[in-house]
């Protein structure tokens, strides 16, 4: 996939070419990030087949959960820490009525939310009756609302969907692709306390055009050390990232659905609609920027959302990406600038990381027909 603009062919050559390592074509370094991935897969459904090799009257689900990440520390298991799959396998553990281990697809950072995140769970279904007694697999409809009956006093998580899937099937090395979001409210109001810890407000107003073009330049293929934390695991920065862009959305208290989050402008009132609506306000209520002025009604935030999709990301890449894209929008940083960044492969060279608050882990994507 092309950079996007003229000579992008030399800008990707550019990426050897600064860090001083013997040039590979392109096709060569896509084949080389396959390799890794395919072979991070084998090692890690080995590892898994030998930790827990399958037995008689197990049943794999495959279990989709959305929750706020705000009182989580992360996704993953922690000790003596308060983790969105933690409180998971709490929940399986009441149910099933004995211990079960959750592994999930996707790792987010403390305060970091989930749309959907995925996980599977080996279940086995003893006889309360009969103990030692193995049944028949409990149905997935019945997973789903056993485990959601546990997790209401929780109250920031709940199970989406439940699929019954082979005994070998990974939840993390079987994902073929990860979506996630990151919402950006620009405009000089406070925050609306429904929207606190869930979005990134940017008092300045955002260059939506400005953004979109440099989402072009970060588009395809790359070494994306400049956008990789310290600490990140994985072998190497190439990673391709095969969707980026930013969009107008609504700004509502709770982040859309799939099915409501098509772009479009919703930020403001449409006074041609006044006079049939007599809810709205009059146009004399509208302020230049099209948001209600009548009393007691809340001036509204433009709300931007930036949609991140490839195979896999490094650590902390997105919010780096974000937080660059935010300068951007901003005017303290040029598309050339943004070309610049991602050449200088390091991590010191990329504006602030954008706050977890903002980014939503959207959509893990499988094989299951």
Not at 44 to 64: C, D, H, I, T
Not at 85 to 103: E, N, R, Y
Not at 153 to 172: L, M, N, Q, W, Y
Not at 189 to 194: A, G, I, P, V
Request: proline share 5%.
């Amino acid at each position: 996939m092309d950079c996007g603009g003229g000579g992008a062919s030399d800008s990707k050559h550019r990426l050897n070419q600064q860090s001083g390592e013997p040039q590979r074509p392109l096709k060569v370094r896509r084949i080389e990030e396959i390799r890794e991935q395919r072979e991070e897969a084998e090692v890690g459904e080995k590892l898994e087949s030998m930790k827990n090799p399958p037995k008689p009257g197990l049943q794999r689900y495959l279990v989709a959960v959305e929750y706020i990440g705000t009182r989580f520390s992360g996704s993953q298991q922690q000790t003596n820490q308060r983790t969105a799959m933690g409180v998971l396998q709490d929940a399986f553990q009441k149910f099933v009525g004995q211990p079960v281990s959750i592994f999930c697809s996707s790792r987010t950072d403390a305060g970091v939310h989930a749309l959907s995140n995925v996980c599977h769970v080996d279940v086995e279904r003893i006889s309360k009756r009969k103990p030692g007694e193995v049944l028949q697999p409990h149905e997935p409809l019945v997973v789903r609302r056993a485990v959601n009956h546990f997790l209401l006093k929780e109250g920031d998580i709940t199970v989406v969907d439940v699929r019954s899937v082979p005994s070998d099937f990974h939840a993390r090395y079987k994902a073929q692709e990860r979506t996630y979001y990151y919402r950006l409210l620009s405009g000089p109001e406070f925050l609306s306390t429904f929207e606190r810890n869930r979005a990134w407000h940017v008092p300045e107003e955002l260059n939506l055009q400005a953004m979109q073009e440099a989402c072009k330049v970060l588009v395809g293929l790359h070494d994306f050390s400049s956008f990789r934390a310290a600490g990140c695991q994985a072998n190497s920065p190439v990673r391709t990232l095969d969707e980026l862009l930013v969009s107008d959305h609504a700004s509502a208290p709770y982040f859309l659905s799939s099915i409501e989050r098509e772009p479009t402008n919703f930020g403001a009132w449409d006074s041609s609609t006044c006079a049939d609506n007599p809810d709205a306000p009059n146009v004399s209520e509208i302020d230049s920027n099209g948001f209600c002025q009548k009393f007691g009604m809340r001036r509204g935030h433009r709300c931007l959302v930036v949609k991140a999709r490839a195979r896999s990301f490094l650590y902390h890449q997105v919010r780096l990406l974000v937080g660059v894209l935010k300068c951007v929008g901003t005017g303290h940083l040029t598309v050339a600038d943004v070309e610049r960044i991602l050449n200088a492969k390091t991590v010191t060279a990329a504006s602030p990381m954008a706050p977890a608050c903002g980014l939503y882990l959207g959509y893990v994507k499988y094989d299951l027909d």
